[in-house]
């Protein structure tokens, strides 16, 4: 009768730990496969930044990325949060709002990034993006006021494109042929009932200070492989996006539309830069 006992307690305790291997540290349990490992920890990719003197040549070059091309859309999905994932802008506003990182203003034709331009987090902001639904606390410490906005809040569904700025450049001293993402701008897009729709740049942030937290946010590539994830900045780096130049840096500092009136014009204008592109890189080898 003993033994049965003693039996029967280490059955149970075998049990319980088997039971209680479900949960994680956190005190849930698991609704999917595991796709990657924590993220808490991961940087991003250094680059090392090439000196004044070795920049050989250059080329600015202003970019649009539309939310609604399908290739995009791991950017703008999904509208809410789930599954470990979460859109692009979501992820900004939240940064944005616990200040993580700093958005400085948009200016048309200009990106200065100085304590100046440097955005404050505030109803001001939140009135911009049209959110109305939010509440606010007093930090015991720093005492500042902290914006709490329900998730279902966030005008995510309003971001429908992103302006992006990057440059690419020609490093003599390592003979690379590089691009690099200097910022981004999220575009909402708001229904006016006296002007119909409008459009409004938000905020320039600079890519690099953003790297770091793209670099633990996941992104779904594929529908038929929800395996295929990779983080936000790998897609960046990969550029696994599409776009379409609507600005390089000229003398006249003058975007496309203000050139070219029709939109054939528009199109041969940018195939023109990236035919520059193409050819600049090729021109630089000899076979």
């Known amino acids: 009768m003993i033994v049965s006992l003693i039996l029967a307690s280490i059955s149970a305790a075998f049990a319980q730990q088997d039971a209680n291997s479900f949960f994680d540290e956190n005190g849930t349990i698991a609704s999917n496969l595991p796709t990657s490992g924590p993220k808490e920890d991961l940087k991003p990719i250094e680059f090392l930044n090439p000196r004044a003197d070795d920049i050989w040549w250059s080329q600015v070059v202003y970019r649009m990325i539309d939310l609604r091309e399908k290739i995009n859309f791991p950017l703008y999905f999904p509208e809410e949060a789930a599954d470990g994932r979460q859109s692009l802008f979501t992820l900004l506003f939240n940064l944005l709002r616990e200040g993580k990182i700093n958005g400085y203003e948009y200016q048309d034709g200009k990106e200065v990034f100085s304590e100046d331009t440097k955005l404050k987090f505030d109803e001001e902001l939140l009135q ?68 119909g729709i409008k459009k409004i740049a938000l905020f ?84």
């Open 128 to 195: 911009k993006m049209g959110v109305s639904l939010y509440s606010t606390e007093v930090d015991p410490v720093t005492n500042e006021t902290v914006f709490k906005v329900d998730e279902s809040d966030i005008p995510n569904r309003e971001i429908m494109k992103y302006y992006v700025k990057e440059v690419w450049y020609f490093d003599k001293h390592s003979s690379i042929f590089n691009v690099k993402t200097l910022a981004i701008c999220p575009i909402l897009y708001t229904d006016d009932p006296d002007i």
């Open 204 to 287: 320039w942030i600079p890519f690099d200070l953003l790297r770091p937290h793209l670099s633990q946010t996941e992104v779904l590539l594929s529908d038929k492989n929800n395996g295929m994830r990779m983080s936000f900045d790998d897609l960046f780096i990969k550029r696994r996006y599409g776009s379409y130049v609507f600005k390089f840096g000229n003398v006249y500092n003058r975007n496309i539309l203000q050139y070219c009136a029709t939109v054939e014009e528009v199109k041969r204008e940018q195939n023109a830069l990236k035919t520059q592109l193409i050819n600049f890189e090729e021109d630089l080898w000899e076979y």
